[in-house]
C-alpha cells in the first residue's frame, strides 16, 4: 500500500502546502533596492568639494592632508594635526559616514549624487 494512501493525503493536498510554503518564504525574502551612486563631499573651511568613487585617486587637502579613494572606500591618508584621529578613523564606504578633522577644519561625508549641498543650517 503505499504511504500517501495510509495517511489519508491527496496529491492536491502536497500542492497546496508547498504554495503556501513558497508564499511564506517570500514575504522573508528582502527586496533589493538599488543604491544611488555616492561620491564623496569634502567640506574644507567654507569650500565644498565633490568627488567619484569610480577610480582610486589620492586627492590633496588645503591644509596639506592627503585623502586616499580606494576600491570603494574613503580614509585619510595624512593630515598635519597633532592627534591624527581622522586618520586612526579608518575606512568609510556607506551613505552618511563621515571622518571629520576638527583641528584643520575639515569634513568628509559620503552622500548620494543627487543630494543638493546642505545649508548652513544644517551643518
Known sequence: M???????????????????????????????????????????????????????????????GMLQIENGAVFVKDMPCPDKICENSGRISQPNESILCLPNHVAIRIVPKETPDLDGISE
Open 2 to 64: 503505499n504511504l500517501l494512501q495510509k495517511t489519508g493525503i491527496r496529491p492536491a493536498d502536497i500542492i497546496l502546502v508547498l504554495c503556501l510554503l513558497l508564499v511564506s518564504l517570500s514575504v522573508f525574502i528582502p527586496f533589493q533596492k538599488k543604491q544611488p551612486e555616492q561620491e564623496i563631499l569634502v567640506i574644507q573651511k567654507d569650500q565644498k568639494q565633490r568627488y567619484s568613487f569610480v577610480q582610486n585617486q589620492q586627492i590633496p587637502l588645503d591644509c596639506g
